[in-house]
């Protein structure tokens, strides 16, 4: 029943977390990149009301590991009170604190928003930790060529992608995972390699969805005009992201701000 409210029209999903963005996430990565963090956000809303059951933004000056998303999901646990679930964000705020008195919401009855495709560290801690799905504002080649953070790609290419001719000549041959190898040893093969995805975005544990997919989802349902709207709309949001940006570039090579985090 839950998911049916949440996955029932894009259109309503897509404004919700919009919002969510712009009203709860913005204000706190705001804060966040001025202490030298980076400018990932997430937040983890109930599918029937899509309001807000948890906002976090990234803290590495603290931890290495707390990206945005981990941020999120151990705030979600570690949390006692909880909006109800069942009272509409509407065009208002959240509930007040004193309403909060919820139980955890089981993570099957949450949509998980990032604001930028989740990192292989961050897809890993949405599985395991149960979420079904997630929206991302931002895409990996977003965050490469827009924020200049080329881990989420590098990450997933490095340490995750296996070229199929590599993986069986180096079972018998040591010698042949050397650095540089890959692409003589893999040759056309490698070549498929590099047009394939980096994950599964529809697997077995979620299904996750760029505010993109949801547009042109809208467009199916609303129209073309609506489409264009909606991505309008998409791109403003984006663009807010832009001052962020160079807070954070900036504070990254202030000799003053501390911070755990290796890959800056
Ligand atoms: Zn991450």
């Known amino acids: 029943m839950a998911s049916q409210a949440y996955d029932s029209d894009p259109l309503v999903l897509l404004k919700a977390l919009l919002s969510t963005i712009e009203e709860d996430i913005i204000p706190l990565t705001s ?34 590991l707390l990206h945005g998303e981990i941020n999120c999901i151990q705030q979600f646990f570690a949390q006692t009170s909880f909006p ?11 509930p007040p604190l004193s309403q909060q008195q919820q139980q955890r919401p089981n993570p099957r009855d949450c949509v998980f928003l990032a604001t930028h495709e989740p990192c292989s560290l961050c897809l890993s801690g949405i599985t395991w930790s149960g979420f079904d799905n997630f929206f991302y504002l931002f895409t990996y080649e977003d965050s490469r060529d827009l924020f200049s953070i080329p881990y989420d790609i590098e990450i997933l290419q490095e340490v995750f992608r296996v070229p199929a001719a590599t993986a069986s000549r180096s079972s018998s041959s040591p010698l042949s995972t050397n650095a540089g190898s890959e692409k ?8 498929d390699l590099e047009a394939r995805p980096l994950y599964n975005r529809r697997n077995k544990f979620f299904t996750a969805r760029s505010f993109e997919d949801l547009a042109r989802e809208v467009g199916d349902r609303y129209g073309e005009e609506e489409e264009k709207r909606w991505k309008d709309e998409i791109a403003r949001v984006k663009a807010r ?14 000799a003053a701000v501390e911070s755990a985090s290796f890959w800056k």
């Open 241 to 254: 992201y832009k001052g962020l940006s160079d807070t954070y570039q900036k504070t990254k090579t202030d």
């Open 31 to 64: 804060k966040g990149v001025s202490s030298g963090n980076k400018l990932f956000g997430a937040a983890i809303l109930s599918k029937a009301g899509l309001d807000p059951q948890t906002v976090s933004t990234n803290n590495e000056t603290a931890s290495p």
């Open 84 to 94: 109800d679930p069942s009272l509409h964000r509407g065009e208002g705020k959240p």
């Open 184 to 191: 003589q040893i893999g040759g056309a093969l490698d070549e």
